[in-house]
């Protein structure tokens, strides 16, 4: 084998080496994921209450530590000054289970009450998620899902 192929092999093999390490050095260091997010809102009818439910998909590469949520109106202060996570610190938390690798399903529930659905603003509401991963990563997705309380 002449000089020149062994080196261009070598060079060739040294530059796909550094690739894959990037590749996964830059994937280690992604920012949990927020996917596939939905809400469901059904409002206290006769002796029945209501509820809200909304479920997402977290990933997150070294883990996810927890999933919290807040739903709020399109209306209210958040839409004009902005939901920040300093703001989601003393929300509640989904709960999540493992659904693939480094994927949890998470699911949120509250009960209205019926006092609760005639204080509540009327019109289009949003639904914020806080994303935290075990390296201390975060995602704030403060639409991920919408609904309407009637």
Known sequence: MSRRIVFSVAAGVAVLAGAGAFAVA?????????????ARYVAPEGG????????TDVTASSGVKNVKVLA?????????????EKDMAAVESAVC??????????????????????????????VAVLATAKDG???????????TVG
């Open 26 to 38: 830059y994937a280690g260091d992604q920012p949990p994921s927020v996917a596939h997010s939905a």
């Open 48 to 55: 029945r209450g209501g509820s809200l439910t909304f479920t």
């Open 72 to 84: 709020w109106p399109a209306n209210s202060s958040f839409a004009k000054q902005g939901l920040t």
């Open 97 to 126: 289970k493992p659904s693939g690798e480094d994927t949890v399903r998470c699911t949120y529930t509250a009960s209205v009450t019926r006092a609760e659905a005639d204080e509540s603003p009327r019109g289009p509401w949003h």
């Open 137 to 147: 990563d975060t995602t704030l997705d403060t639409k991920a899902a919408d609904f």
